[in-house]
Each structure stands twice: as C-alpha cells, then as structure tokens.
C-alpha cells in the first residue's frame, strides 16, 4: 500500500487541510467502528473493557511521546491544544500583574485562555515579518519581570518556525510552546521547552478532541484543571487528593474510548521519512504556486503549511475548489488560503491546487 492509499479522502480529493484536521486512515476509522461496534454489542461496561481502555491510554501516551521525542512520564493526555493551554495557565495561577509575551501571529487557542485570565500579555508584532526577525522581535518584548513567553512552534497564519528555544536560552524566561501545527508535521524535540502543546486531530491524523502536553517540570507546575484520570486516590469526606504520579495528574478527563483507539492506529506503523516527504512537498508546493503567479505569503524553508494570496474574494475561491476537490481552507480577516501539505499527498494534489486556481 502507499502512503497515500492509506486515506480513503485522498482518492477523491486533493486533501489540503491537516492544519485544520488531518485525513483520517483506514486503520483510524476501522479501529473507531470495531470498538463502537462492540460498544453497541456488549455496552460501554465491564472491568475488561474500562481496563483496556486504561491500558490503552498508556500505549497512546507513549505514542504521542514519541512524536515529540519526550518521556512518556512528563506527557499528559488532552482534548486540545487549548485544554493544554488552559493546564498551564490554571497551574501557574496566571493573572492580573503577571507579565506574558506572545505574538500578534498565535492562535486564540493559546492567547485565548491568557487574555481571559486576565494577564498583562505583551504582544510582539511579528505578522507578515521575515522569519529571520523573529528572534529578536520576540525578544524585545521580554522584560525583568516577564513570568512567561507563549508562542507557537510553527505560524498558523503562514507555517513560520518561531524560534522557541532560541528565545528560552537566551532569556531563561520559561516558554510555553503551543505545537499544534508542528506535531506530526515536522521534526519536533520538546524537551527543550517547558511546556509544549500537541494537537493530534491535525498533524497526527488522529480523531476530534485528541491531544496531549508536555511538561518538563511535572513536580513544578501544580495540578489545578484536573479530573477523574489525574487521582491516584482522594477523600472527599477529608477534601483531600493525591495526584497520579507524572504529567497524568494534569489530565482533565478521559479520551473518549474510540477515539483513542482511533489515535493508537493513526500513530501505529508510520513511514519513516515522512517529515522530509512533507516538507520536500511543501517547497514544491511554493513552486509551484510561484510559477503559475500566485502571491505566496510563506517563505521556503519553514514548516508544511503554504500561505498565499490570489485576487477577488477568498471565501468564493475556497468554495470553487471546493467543488473540485481541492480541500484547503481561507485565513479570515488576513485575505490568505492556506493549503497544509503532509506526508500522504502527492504532486497530483499540489497540481489540482494550481489548476483549481487557473480555472477559478
Ligand atoms: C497554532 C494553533 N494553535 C491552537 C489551535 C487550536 O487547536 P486545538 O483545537 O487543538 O485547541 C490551532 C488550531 O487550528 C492552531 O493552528
């Protein structure tokens, strides 16, 4: 099988879209449907199956920590990119007074929960910036009394790496690194950053509401959004608890059974070299695009997403592909598509981009 046929989408489709979500593999859906299946069967009931649910859990923890090349013990097990956000933010009991530097190019997925505990957040504006200022873009914002600094891995807005470690070396200033369109797209080491984020639904080809989070320093950052898979044991007569050992104490609630088994088949038996695959693809994507004319917004040699611009409205132009197959999605507000280029397309897709456009 190629990696191609792997995604029943890809036979129709030129499927652009895994910064929004991923395709979803054969092996995902059939694993999502057999369990289902069997829930409807037998019921959602039973020491065996709460059991292999759990044991479950633990095989997709290391799974996903694998992605990020980060111990399994400092990885939680999220909704969302958001949720992972939300840990941090309730963990560390930010708000007013306490300084945070972001950027004007994140997610409201990460700034979102920030700005709504009230933190003073200084915003670096490094939209439509060379990627090579970023460093010293970002920099600039951190004072003395800056507690945090939250940015992406990788730009949503246009795939820019955003220069995370750099920025935590140079400033000690610990980094919250919201990796939801870097996870499975490219290479990615998280243990250099002191929390980092994974959304798998994108990236990873994994169900809704799958993710996860890196914490490096899991004795440091107190549990404080938790649920019922974060206790070792508790007393609510006493109102006492005692976190699980490692990053499950952030866990705010269980995976839906499916959907984690849905995840374990999309991050089982991955071809090796698919980051160079994706990241070959995108360039050519560049290319191509350049070629027929197009404003190309992404500079080379950044991540898998490619950003660009084309005259008259983008909601119309997004719609026509639409009805050619071509599945990518508009940047509202910004007048950019933005097409995701993973590991499972092929020049056929990028091809049906462009002439999708020619022939809009
Ligand atoms: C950079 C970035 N951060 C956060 C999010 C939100 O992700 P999630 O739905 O996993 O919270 C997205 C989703 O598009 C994103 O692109």
Redesign the pocket.
């Known amino acids: 099988m190629t990696w191609r046929e792997r995604f029943p989408v890809l036979r129709e489709h030129a499927y652009l879209n895994a910064?929004?979500f991923g395709p979803l593999s054969r092996a995902t859906l059939d694993a999502m449907a057999a369990l289902r299946e069997w829930e409807g069967e037998h019921g959602r009931a039973g020491g065996t199956y709460f059991e292999e649910m759990l044991a479950r859990r633990e095989r997709v923890r290391e799974l996903v920590a694998a992605q990020i090349a980060a111990p399994a013990a400092n990885v939680a097990l999220t909704?969302?990119?958001?949720?992972g956000v939300q840990v941090v933010v309730a963990g560390l009991e930010l708000g007013a007074g306490d300084e945070v530097v972001s950027t004007d190019a994140?997610?409201?997925?990460?700034t979102g929960p920030l700005v709504a505990a009230g933190v003073d957040l200084r915003v670096a504006a490094v939209k439509g910036k060379p990627a090579a200022d970023l460093f010293d873009l970002v920099r600039a914002q951190v004072t003395p009394k800056t507690r945090l600094i939250a940015l992406?891995a990788?730009?949503?807005i246009d795939g820019a790496v955003f220069p995370w470690r750099e920025l935590r070396d140079a400033t000690g200033v610990p980094v919250l690194v919201?990796g939801?369109?870097a996870a499975g797209a490219i290479d990615v080491d998280a243990t250099g950053a002191d929390f980092f984020?994974v959304?798998a639904?994108?990236w990873l080809c994994g169900p809704d509401s799958t993710?996860a989070l890196y914490v490096r320093e899991v004795d440091a950052l107190p549990p404080r959004l938790v649920g019922y898979p974060a206790a070792e044991s508790y007393d609510i007569a006493e109102g006492t608890w005692v976190p699980k050992a490692g990053a499950m104490r952030f866990e705010p609630g269980f995976t839906p059974a499916t959907a984690l088994a849905g995840l374990e088949a999309a991050l089982t038996d991955l071809p090796d070299g698919r980051h160079a695959r994706a990241r070959e693809l995108t360039e050519r994507c560049r290319e191509l695009l350049i070629d027929a004319g197009v404003d190309v917004a992404t500079e080379p040699g950044q991540a898998t997403l490619v950003s660009f611009r084309v005259a008259g409205d983008t909601t119309d132009t997004v719609r026509r592909l639409y009805d050619r197959g071509v599945l990518l999605r508009e940047l509202p507000g910004t007048g950019l598509l933005r097409a995701s280029v993973g590991w499972w397309n092929d020049e056929s897709d990028l091809e049906r981009l462009v002439e999708g456009l020619r022939r809009r």
């Open positions: 910064g929004t909704a969302s990119t958001t949720q994140e997610h409201f997925g990460l992406s990788v730009s949503w919201d939801a369109q984020t959304s639904q994108k993710g």
